[in-house]
């Protein structure tokens, strides 16, 4: 079922990037899209994805807003005629509760673009995620927000 | 009228995303050291050009530009993140020092 799914999808993201939606077209790009699968096979199988792929949308959307919101807040910030005095930047050691590869990488950019933080490092034993962040007085409750609001979100989209 | 709407709309969003995009500029020039004015370039930079693909997916009245536009979009939001974490990371790597107001330095 989810093969199905993935192929179709795939065929349309190959009939969108070709700029044509003629029958062949998509035809060719079923094709082309079993072809990448059959490649991919072993890191696809996985059951229940449809419920996997609401919570991804959600987590899609939870990023656009979060990302409109940062770069409100970066224009209102670099605008400022005090702007030194309105920054307090520190490195963070950030520790992570998720494991696999997939999801640090899935955090690290949802941290990059949402307000003031940055992805810097991951440790190399993918213990700690070093954050950016352009302003930081409370190092407690900045460790803790992030573990409860976008980490909590990527453990749920990708178990 | 639907096209006289699409225009405006997309002018509006053409004007937006070059607004962001300045203020991005404006953040690199003014942000005290690299860590910091690669928040500005991320995300600020990030919007003003979606918002400009975003325009020409609303003016163009074509399935095959809009879609072609969306992924681009799509692939701008994946690929500035990494971008920014791979230059904040080399740049630590060869040394350059977080400026002198930073208050915590876990990474040292």
């Known amino acids: 079922m989810s093969l199905v799914l993935l192929t179709i999808v795939l065929a349309l993201g190959w009939a969108a990037v070709t700029g044509s939606f003629t029958l062949p077209n998509l035809l060719l790009g079923a094709l082309v899209s079993v072809a990448c699968l059959f490649v991919v096979r072993q890191y696809v199988s996985r059951p229940h994805v449809l419920p996997r792929a609401l919570r991804i949308a959600a987590l899609a959307w939870l990023f656009i807003i979060e990302l409109v919101v940062s770069a409100l807040r970066v224009a209102r910030l670099v605008l400022r005629p005090d702007l030194n005095a309105h920054i307090r930047p520190a490195i963070i050691a950030f520790p992570l509760s998720v494991t696999r590869d997939a999801e640090i990488t899935l955090l690290a950019n949802l941290i990059t673009l949402t307000p003031g933080t940055l992805s810097v490092d991951v440790s190399e034993d993918r213990r700690f995620l070093y954050i950016h962040a352009i302003h930081v007085t409370d190092r407690e409750a900045f460790i803790a927000e992030i573990a409860q609001g976008f980490e909590a979100k990527v453990r749920g989209a990708c178990n | ?108």
């Open chain 2, 1 to 108: 009228m639907i096209a006289e709407l699409a225009r405006y709309l997309g002018a509006l969003l053409v004007l937006a995303g070059a607004l962001f995009s300045l203020i991005a500029a404006i953040g690199v020039l003014r942000l005290p050291d690299l860590y910091t004015r690669l928040h500005a370039a991320s995300k600020a930079g990030a919007i003003g050009a979606g918002l400009i693909l975003l325009a020409v997916a609303v003016v163009s009245f074509d399935g095959a530009v809009v879609l072609r536009a969306l992924l681009g979009i799509v692939f701008l939001l994946l690929s500035t993140p990494v971008a920014a974490h791979l230059l904040a990371r080399a740049a630590y790597r060869c040394g350059e020092a977080p400026t002198a107001t930073t208050t915590v330095d876990d990474l040292k």
